[in-house]
């Protein structure tokens, strides 16, 4: 039998041990673009369809608010804390206070 015959008996190839890809700038721009997005129509979706179970014209608008205010919140939540690239000092000690800049002889 042909198929009982095969050389890697059905298991997977490993995948090499490289690091993720980091997303640029674009990446994440339509990320936060898409959320945003997304938000608003998902739950101003939901406003409307409130609305015409209700027969009013209240909720989708609410909805619409609703789901902008959600989707900034996710945004915040996911791109607001932005690690420093790596070898770059900070000019902030750990007290959150600026630090003196030390000439040479380590006086102002």
Request: no cysteine; net charge positive.
């Amino acid at each position: 039998m042909a198929e009982n015959t095969s050389r890697d008996n059905g298991s997977a190839r490993s995948r090499p041990a490289s690091p993720a890809r980091q997303p640029s700038g674009a990446d994440i721009g339509w990320s936060v673009t898409g959320t945003l997005i997304s938000g608003m129509a998902v739950w101003g979706g939901v406003g409307w369809l409130i609305d015409r179970w209700l027969d009013l014209r209240l909720f989708a608008p609410i909805g619409i608010v609703l789901g902008m205010a959600v989707a900034i919140y996710v945004v915040v939540v996911k791109y607001g804390a932005v690690d420093p690239p790596p070898g770059s000092r900070s000019s902030h000690t750990t007290g959150g206070r600026a630090s003196r800049s030390v000439t040479q002889k380590g006086q102002r």
